[in-house]
């Protein structure tokens, strides 16, 4: 029903800042709660934030909370992650997933998510 493609990975040196982006397809971009998610070598995916349907409320895993931020405009169909003070530890492939459940509650698990983007590199130096 929906389609995410993400764009805006790269390498980038610690200490440094990055944009990553997912576009959504469709006209009902604005009832889906977006996630961002992560999965390093050899890792299991883990959650990374999330942003109601009217991106009013944020939430984020401890490990990135006051570095990394969402965004979304659903009149572009586009919702964002601006990653700064980024760690070594912060690469990952980065996922963006939509969950279309009709009550807007703060999703934090894999399996509550409809949609999956195909992921995007980011690679942290030091």
């Known amino acids: 029903q929906v389609q995410l493609v993400e764009s805006g990975g790269g390498l980038v040196q610690a200490g440094g800042s990055l944009r990553l982006s997912c576009a959504a397809s469709?006209?009902?971009?604005?009832?889906?709660?977006m996630g961002w998610f992560r999965q390093a070598p050899g890792k299991e995916r883990e959650f990374v934030g999330t942003?109601?349907?009217?991106?009013?409320?944020?939430y984020y895993v401890d490990s990135v909370k006051g570095r990394f931020t969402i965004s979304r405009d659903n009149a572009k169909n586009t919702v964002y992650l601006q990653m700064n003070s980024l760690k070594p530890e912060d690469t990952a492939v980065y996922y963006c997933?939509?969950?279309?459940?009709?009550?807007?509650?703060?999703?934090?698990?894999?399996?509550?998510?409809?949609?999956w983007g195909q992921g995007t590199q980011v690679t942290v130096s030091s």
């Open positions: 942003i109601t349907k009217s991106g009013n409320i944020t």
């Open positions: 469709g006209r009902t971009f604005s009832r889906y709660i």
């Open positions: 997933a939509a969950d279309s459940s009709v009550v807007s509650t703060i999703s934090t698990r894999g399996y509550e998510y409809d949609y």
